[in-house]
């Protein structure tokens, strides 16, 4: 056989030889086994079925339904100045600089090393520097090392673009945070709310038992009344002003803490006056059930960029399983002896250019051991999109169904009240006629007080029930659109040419 031929043939030699070696270490029994669950598969209720259907999301702005100018305020500055928004768009952008550290594995490397040292020769017949020996000279030396790899199998393509959908992922991440936070303090404000209006009650309850103890120390003093009258109604004072005092004290840990919610002090928060909430109208739903209603949630949308990154990294580990080929090379200048920048001169200039090659060959198990940790991480990574999914759904029917309840329960506490108060009434009209004695008029009072709160306590429900739907459906930040494409979240195939050899 000519040699020119046989020279040739000796790298296809190479490269087959490579295949085989590499082909050894098999992927047999190891790969992904979860399944993303569409979201049209999960089965709805009466009550997103019923919902109303004319495609209406909920504003960016929701809260600004309550019709409070001061809560806009101080969601306004829990954006701006918020710690744990801060803490999520920090790891945004530390998201993103990894991503470029994963991108530039791809591009060409360049690196330059230069050494200036003063080298003593020893003095040895046998391995000595010849005419060197004994001597002391500059040993000195510039280059620029060059690599680039060729990327033959995905591995750095697929590890940036790991890489990337972990950082659409902190994207959705901090959206989440955004909406968990518009949610905390819209609570909290609703929370300040109630307090002043249980207050309210609080307080109108006291000036009518002092009304009520007044009535009785005048029929005393007219000959018509008793001193266990007088002492009845005296009774219920110390504990009335009981409650107004832990009703402040209420108010007080309520702006402390939409003042903390917002990054401010407490001297900050002490500024905060009462709030003047009301809900306008009714929030409406979109026209597509449920695909939609789950797929503007930014956990949701987090979980899927989860997906999506961890099916990347499952390409990553199966490129391990290929040689790498690196192309790589180096110009520089070298001196041994003469001045200390002689090598500069360009005299000794010196060049190195080829393949670089790594191959896999026998690695105790740590290349499959890597693809089962990358395909576990999918199936986990699939497991919670499933889980997020449902929770999801969840959510959105629980709020719906009690959003139906409290628009019902508000319409009977109203009805309550009216009752209680014309009971009220009555008695203290019988009572002041001489009609009827004290204890009726008590617990009529102590009735009225208790319907009073319960219609406050409905009416702050109602309106935290708004906000939590609202949030259930991504609080109109409008996520899905910036979600990964349903060929991205799929399991990748383990290639052919690895189960050649499987054992």
Known sequence: MPRRIIRGLKPLSVWALTLLISGCIGTGGIGPQGTSMPANALATDEAIKHAANDAHWPSGQWWRAYGDAQLNHWIDLAAQGSPSLAIAAARVRQAKSMAGVAESAESLQINADSTLKRHNWPADQFYGPGTLSNT??????????????????????????????????????????????QDNIVRAYIQLSLNYAQRDIVEATLAQQQQIL???????????????????AETPLPETHRQIDELDEAIELSRNQIAALAGKGPGEGAQ??????????????PSTVPAQLLGQRPDVVASRWRVAAQARGIDVAHAGFYPNVDLVGSLGYMATGGGMLEFLAGKKFNYSVGPAITLPIFDG?????????????????????????????????DQLIRRASMDKQLGFSNESVASAQKTYDIAMVAYQRGLTDYLNVLNAQTLLFHQQQVQQRVQAERLTVHAELVVALGGGLMAGNDTPAEDKTQAPKTPKALTVFDR
């Open 214 to 232: 007044e009535l009785a120390q005048r029929r005393l003093r007219g000959g018509i009344g008793t001193h266990f009258e007088v002492s009845q």
């Open 272 to 285: 905060l006056q009462r709030p003047t909430l009301s809900l306008q109208a009714a929030l409406k739903l």
């Open 365 to 397: 198990g740590r290349l499959r051991s890597e693809l089962g940790e990358a395909s576990a991480g999918y199936d986990e990574a699939v497991a919670q999109y499933n889980q997020t999914l449902v929770n999801a759904l969840k959510s959105i029917s």
């Open 136 to 181: 002391s000279t500059w040993d000195n030396n510039a280059s620029l090392g060059l690599s680039y790899s060729l990327d033959l199998w995905g591995r750095e393509s697929n590890n940036t673009e790991r890489a990337l959908d972990l950082a659409h992922m902190s994207v959705a991440q901090e959206r989440q945070a955004q909406l968990e936070l």
